[in-house]
């Protein structure tokens, strides 16, 4: 009975949802740097993860993965995003408890260097030939956010899970902090067939600064579908992903629908992997929504990646090609211990 209740709640709260937020305004930006996304198979795929969510970097993705976790996992991610100009960084870890649970942390750092603080020459007069605008220090960005999730399998069929997150913003010398919360769930109707659900932000995720400003990000419900589809004859497994962000604020043109006061992003993506005796090859491909449908196409972003997984590391790498930013590179080593069972490359991945 506990169990059925809880998960009444998790619904009802995404039901009621849009009336909630249907005010919230300034909520478009804040934390951006948390929907760049982390894991290379997730973004090889471009961003299609919500009903695949797995192993260290669930707690991200879906906290409702955590609860059928295979194995212990610790995982890094390095990207060199934007052709080297921002540095990205994802260290996660997994455990399965018992009872059909798990735990997952993780930590993400965005930074940019040597960002060039310009003044006058001579502040106290006005600007003009004799008086120039000079770069006058360098200062960095560094934004960090600390996630904390815990999953949960209701039925074989059904799993729900929850995380926290700890923001922290340092530009130049100020500095910003906020906490928030992530609810997800996973439904699998049939075997190959695995549906996700994720509010980010549920309780709406206030970053205030030191000079007392405050940035809301309003929350987004993320819709994902994932299907498997095994061909024997090949050895081999072809899975179809695709993602929608609902986000409850207006955000204009810089998303690709509008629906009144929301705005939707679509994200779709596919793998195919090959798995001979336990080591398992994969190439995946993705689209990420455009931000300027008029000069990119629906899609601007395009991704490719690939994998090679063995039992007990993987290595996985993800391309972004940008159309006016630049490429991004994305590498990620995963180490996997405490199998449940005598699964394979293929079943922990």
Excluded at 120 to 135: H, K
């Amino acid at each position: 009975m506990k169990r059925i209740v809880i998960v009444s709640l998790l619904i009802l709260i995404f039901a009621a949802l849009p009336g909630y937020c249907s005010w919230l305004s300034d909520g478009k930006y804040a934390a951006e740097f948390l929907s760049i996304g982390v894991d290379a198979r997730a973004l090889g795929m471009g961003g299609a993860y919500v009903a695949q969510a797995n192993g260290a970097s669930a707690a991200y993705w879906n906290p409702a993965g955590l609860a059928t976790l295979p194995a212990y996992e610790l995982t890094l991610m390095h990207a060199e995003q934007f052709e080297g100009i921002v540095g990205y960084d994802y260290l996660g870890f997994a455990q399965p408890r018992r009872n059909n649970s798990g735990l997952g942390v993780g930590l993400i750092r965005l930074g940019v260097d040597d960002i060039p603080m310009t003044a006058l020459e001579n502040p106290g007069q006005p600007l003009g030939s004799a008086n120039r605008v000079i770069v006058s220090k360098l200062t960095t960005d560094t934004e960090l956010a600390l996630f904390a999730g815990y999953g949960k399998q209701v039925t074989e069929r059904l799993s729900y899970g929850a995380s926290a997150k700890l923001l922290g913003k340092w530009v130049a010398d100020n500095s910003a902090y906020g906490i928030g919360f992530d609810l997800g769930l996973r439904y699998v109707p049939m075997n190959h067939l695995a549906l996700g659900a994720l509010l980010q932000d549920a309780t709406t995720t206030a970053l205030i600064w030191d000079t007392g400003q405050k940035e809301l990000a309003a929350p987004t419900l993320k819709l994902g579908g994932a299907y498997n589809m095994d061909i024997p004859a090949l050895i081999a497994r072809l899975t179809l992903a695709a993602d929608f962000d609902l986000r409850f604020t207006d955000r204009g043109k810089a998303d690709q629908f509008q629906l009144g006061s929301m705005t939707v992003d679509s994200h779709v993506g596919m793998e195919y992997f090959i798995n001979v005796a336990g080591t398992g090859v994969a190439l995946r491909a993705g689209a990420e929504p455009s931000r300027n449908q008029e000069g990119e196409g629906f899609f601007g972003s395009y991704t490719f990646g690939a994998g090679l997984l063995f039992r007990t590391f993987h290595i996985d790498y993800a391309f972004l090609a940008h159309p006016e930013l630049g490429d991004t590179h994305r590498v990620a080593l995963a180490i996997l211990w405490g199998h449940r069972g005598t699964a394979g490359a293929g079943e922990t991945h």
